[in-house]
């Protein structure tokens, strides 16, 4: 079993739909989520950082985190199809080894 | 542009040749960080740099691999005699520090394709 599982894709829906997508994970001890998001062919670009359990909003986007039930989700409101993209999951413990384990990703595409 | 930046973006090579890569970090970002992405997968840890000093290496990284960051500004990843199983994006991500709230920034990534 992988440390950080994520939801297989992948994931059209009609724009402006709410996009929920989904990862768990297996190690207790990360502390540090983070939502990536990457274009075709290009780096990953940081969506949205959140440090333990609880929501953190920014704009269309709500990132949610369930330490007790290792879970956590990216909610994407009124969906735009410039959201078009894969979406990684990413999660780390924190300290001075720190580094990113990463979901396998998941393709969005938003249709006109 | 201040942001992580790599160079080439793009590497076509044969099997057995050798091929480097650079990564320039966010200015004044002590951590670096190699990871390489295969198709339909997330970015998988390769190494990392504290400053100069490499402190950690994946299993990942054969004795094929070699990364160095002379001076604690740029890094380059070296991969001799590739195989074709190297085919992948090798993306490269910086931080301030081990102990910043701020997580890792990622540069474009080298895709490198071996014939």
């Known amino acids: 079993q992988k440390e950080v599982e994520q939801d297989p894709g992948p994931l059209s829906v009609p724009e402006g739909a709410i996009v929920s997508l989904n990862c768990t994970y297996s190690?207790?001890?990360?502390?540090?989520f983070m939502w990536y998001r990457q274009y075709s062919r290009k780096g990953p670009e940081l969506l949205m950082y959140?440090?333990?359990?609880g929501n953190k909003e920014d704009g269309r986007f709500t990132a949610q985190v369930d330490k007790s039930s290792k879970y956590i989700s990216l909610f994407i409101r009124d969906s735009q199809p410039s959201d078009s993209a894969t979406y990684l999951c990413a999660m780390e413990t924190g300290g001075a080894n720190s580094k990113l384990t990463f979901g396998k990703g998941i393709t969005l595409s938003v249709r006109p | 542009d201040t942001g992580v930046s790599q160079d080439p973006r793009h590497k076509i090579t044969k099997r057995g040749q050798n091929v480097t890569f650079r990564c320039d970090p966010i200015s004044e970002h002590n951590r670096l960080y190699w990871y390489r992405q295969t198709l339909g997968q997330g970015p998988e840890f390769l190494t990392y740099f504290q400053n100069e000093a490499q402190l950690e290496k994946s299993r990942l990284l054969s004795d094929r691999f070699s990364a160095e960051r002379p001076k604690g500004s740029f890094s380059t990843l070296e991969i001799q005699r590739t195989e074709q199983g190297d085919s992948a994006m090798y993306l490269c991500?910086?931080?301030?520090?081990?102990?910043?709230?701020?997580?890792?920034?990622f540069g474009p990534g080298t895709r490198l394709t071996v014939l």
């Open positions: 190690n207790s001890a990360f502390q540090y």
């Open positions: 959140t440090y333990s359990s």
């Open positions: 991500a910086s931080r301030p520090d081990w102990h910043s709230t701020d997580t890792q920034y």
